[in-house]
């Protein structure tokens, strides 16, 4: 057994590769057979590796077992990023430019109604202090423009880890809502995707959450939120810092 | 050869990644701002250029395709590895901030994306 478990181990990407492999194969199957297709073979493949990641504890989920470890690598930034821009092959750029201004405009409203909803949040928690509220509204942008944000303003360590857990919590949200929600909201066409992109802007959530709903929109909903992050610890510690202190 | 398509996905991974940190370093930001958008508007250039002068054959083609259908699995990969016990471990008040933040953007797509009539459906 050892020694299987060394050679799993060792070769850990493929490790990797065969796992997903079936977990895709039960998924699809359970969305055909058990939702009839209601529930898209993606989704329920999602949701399973979340439930699973939690099971297994740890800071990276299920890649904290060594044996799994190929998952951190398969599922990094290096190869999904690679994957994402792989499905721009094939897209139209007029529909990009034609979206263009409604994205950028997305972006930023995005931006400012997460950051004005994690501030309030926190001072509906008691929170008092503009360092504080700052780092927690920037936390519900994304789990990196929070602790960005925090570092750069000196935030305490409890505060900037509540932020991440924020940011977490709203990727994790995205992954599950958007495949439910996309039908009552006129998520089915590009022009809908960048702007879904921008509103949300939480990589790895706007990415699981269209792939479970339509691979096709996957680049156009990338274009956008891929700019997201970097503008947002851009704002974070300024522009939003200084609204934060104008008010408290 | 599907490593010619590879390859020129890679070249444009990097070349946006790059420009992307430049672009946050001349905006004195420690991250990188749009290098995926950026790559993806150079792969749909650069495979346009080389599909117009009949260089892109339909094997280099597959070098591209086939990590485009392997977005899905990596993307389940990634969802295997996420901190889901610390998103719950933050507890009510992390819970209430990152749920009002999507609450809310939901919201506001249907409301942007319905502005236009939405008669651009997919091909």
């Known amino acids: 057994m050892t020694l299987v478990e060394a050679v799993f181990t060792k070769n850990n990407l493929l490790t990797a590769f065969a796992l997903v492999g079936g977990l895709m194969l039960v998924s699809y199957w359970a969305a055909g057979t058990l939702t009839r297709d209601r529930l898209h073979g993606s989704a329920i493949a999602i949701l399973l590796a979340l439930v699973l990641a939690a099971l297994a504890g740890g800071k990276n989920g299920l890649a904290d077992l060594p044996v799994l470890s190929g998952l951190g690598l398969m599922g990094g930034a290096m190869l999904r990023d690679f994957a994402i821009v792989a499905t721009a092959f094939g897209a139209r750029l007029e529909e990009f430019i034609k979206s263009g201004f409604i994205g950028m405009l997305s972006l930023f409203t995005g931006l400012l109604v997460s950051f004005v909803a994690g501030g309030a949040v926190a001072v509906a928690f008691g929170y008092r202090d503009p360092v504080s509220i700052t780092t927690l509204g920037a936390g519900a942008a994304t789990y990196i423009v929070g602790p960005v944000t925090g570092t750069a303003l000196h935030a305490d360590s409890e505060v900037i880890a509540l932020s991440i857990a924020a940011g977490l919590v709203k990727a994790i949200a995205v992954m599950i809502a958007t495949p439910l929600l996309a039908k009552s909201i006129g998520l089915d066409n590009p022009r809908a995707a960048m702007i879904f992109g921008g509103l949300m802007g939480t990589n790895s959530g706007v990415m699981a959450g269209l792939a479970a709903t339509d691979p096709k929109l996957v680049p156009y909903g990338a274009m956008t939120a891929t700019f997201y992050t970097g503008l947002g610890c851009l704002l974070g510690p300024s522009l939003f810092f200084l609204i934060a202190r104008f008010l408290f | ?123």
């Open chain 2, 1 to 123: 050869m599907p490593i010619y398509g590879t390859a020129l996905l890679s070249l444009c991974l990097l070349a946006g990644l790059s420009l992307g940190r430049a672009f946050g370093a001349l905006l004195r930001v420690d991250s990188d701002i749009g290098g995926v958008g950026i790559a993806m508007i150079l792969l749909i250039l650069g495979s346009g250029f080389l599909q117009r002068r009949g260089l892109m054959k339909e094997p280099s083609a597959s070098g591209i395709l086939f990590w485009g259908q392997m977005y899905v699995p990596i993307v389940v990969a990634m969802a295997a590895t996420q901190n889901v016990r610390g998103a719950l471990a933050g507890g009510l008040m992390a819970a209430t901030a990152g749920l009002a933040a999507v609450a809310l953007c939901f919201g506001l797509v249907a409301v942007l994306a319905r502005k236009q009539p939405a008669n651009q459906k997919l091909p």
